[in-house]
T-cell receptor, first 115, second 115 residues
């Protein structure tokens, strides 16, 4: 049973460029959440997708956008990259109908470096 | 608003000695609390969760945590540290506006285990 998979594992971009990160949820899960983890900090919630729509959003600018596909996989897009966007981006999946205290399943993340 | 505060950014112990990682929480309702562990270049793994059942929660790898409402604390303990326990540990509270599962992470505690 595959867990949450993210691609690519590492990425280097230049300021001003755009980037797309990808996530496949754990089998059977229908909800995908994205988190940004800056170096030395805890992850911060970016947004959550369910039924192909953004259901909830954290305190991130509109440069951060996402998409969920019919097969529940998801993409995170970041436009006009800034040096401060350098971070580990984590994808987490869950089942919408599960208990609210059900744990999220995390992928290993994509390490984005902006130069 | 929900939040967690991890009281120590770094904890260093000797192998075979007890581990104590401290966490205080703030929540306007009965919280769901978690401890996650992150090994280098890996994603987040759930250690244990509190869901308003027993106040003493047992997790994987010999870790346990006690929910103390009067102290708003959820400290993580382990009787005897192992070298493989060296990692970053995050105390997490579930924020549930509208019933959606969004995690709020503490800043993390880096645990070092010395021979």
């Amino acid at each position: 049973d595959a867990g949450v998979t993210q691609s690519p594992t590492h990425l280097i971009k230049t300021r001003g460029q755009q980037v797309t990160l990808r996530c496949s949820p754990k089998s059977g899960h229908d909800t995908v959440s994205w988190y940004q983890q800056a170096l030395g900090q805890g992850p911060q919630f970016i947004f959550q997708y369910y039924e192909e729509e953004e259901r909830q959003r954290g305190n991130f600018p509109d440069r951060f956008s996402g998409h969920q596909f019919p097969n529940y996989s998801s993409e995170l897009n970041v436009n006009a990259l800034l040096l401060g966007d350098s971070a580990l981006y984590l994808c987490a999946s869950s089942l919408a109908g599960a208990r609210l205290d059900s744990p999220l399943h995390f992928g290993n993340g994509t390490r984005l470096t902006v130069t | 608003a929900q939040s967690v505060t991890q009281l120590d950014s770094h904890v260093s112990v000797s192998e075979g000695t007890p581990v104590l990682l401290r966490c205080n929480y703030s929540s306007s309702y009965s919280p769901s609390l978690f401890w996650y562990v992150q090994h280098p270049n890996k994603g987040l793994q759930l250690l244990l969760k509190y869901t308003s059942a027993a106040t003493l929660v047992k997790g994987i790898n010999g870790f346990e945590a006690e929910f103390k409402k009067s102290e708003t604390s959820f400290h993580l303990t382990k009787p005897s540290a192992h070298m493989s326990d060296a990692a970053e540990y995050f105390c997490v509270v579930s924020d549930r506006p509208g019933g959606y599962n969004k995690l709020i992470f503490g800043a993390g505690t880096r645990l070092a285990v010395h021979p």
